[in-house]
């Protein structure tokens, strides 16, 4: 507790003293950063509650370091995955939510692009969308499309860009998407295949519409002279 009786937060540094002068420990303050994290919590489980999809807060600090520090309590739901968030200072036998857990969940083929897409945004601490498949754990595949704005956060350890954003599941759109691909493509390949065919027998065919003769075969052709 400080001085007024308020709690504090402190964290342990520890660093070598020298030979033969043991191990020093200081104790870092850490209670501001410690108060905006829950304080950006709780406006991130607002908006889990009032919105569809899953909040989440992803943080870039220096030298790579790249972590969740905060999921919604739908992940397991939503995602298969353990909402209890990785925490370096605990060991536990559960496994625990992490960006690299959840980027193994990223089907191979699309991995590399969904890293560069985050690289990108943190670079350029730009706003974040990328749409992606995901494999569960349980062997179902889901699309998700991923939002998120950028903030800065000063540290000891150096500045970090923190994203919060949602994960849509957007896999009924995606298969809808699909499906009327698959028709397009089959519309073209049935297409082609009565084209085939009128081309092949001496009868002139041409096919109209209020625009006029938008096809015409070869025998039609020769026989009205038709272009």
Known sequence: AGAGGEARYYRPVESQAGPGAGRLVVLQDVTERVLRRRERASRLEAISDSMPGLAFEFRAGPGGKRSVGFIGEEAEAFLGLSPRLEDSHRRSSQKQFSYRQFVEHVPEGHR????????????????????????????????????????????????????????????????????????????????????????????????????????????????????
């Open 112 to 227: 590399e692009e969904f890293r560069q897409s985050v690289e990108e945004a943190v670079e350029g601490r730009s706003p974040w969308r990328h749409e992606f498949p995901f494999d569960r754990p349980d062997g179902g595949q889901i699309w998700l499309c991923g939002s998120a704005e950028p903030s800065a956060e000063s540290s000891s350890e150096g500045d970090e860009v923190v994203f919060c954003g949602t994960l849509a599941n957007i896999t009924g759109r995606k298969r809808r998407e699909q499906e009327l691909k698959e028709s397009r493509r089959k519309l073209r390949r049935e297409k082609r295949r009565a084209e085939s065919i009128t081309e092949n027998v001496s009868d002139g065919i041409y096919r109209s519409t209020e625009e006029g003769i938008v096809y015409a075969n070869s025998a039609f052709i020769e026989m009205f002279g038709y272009r």
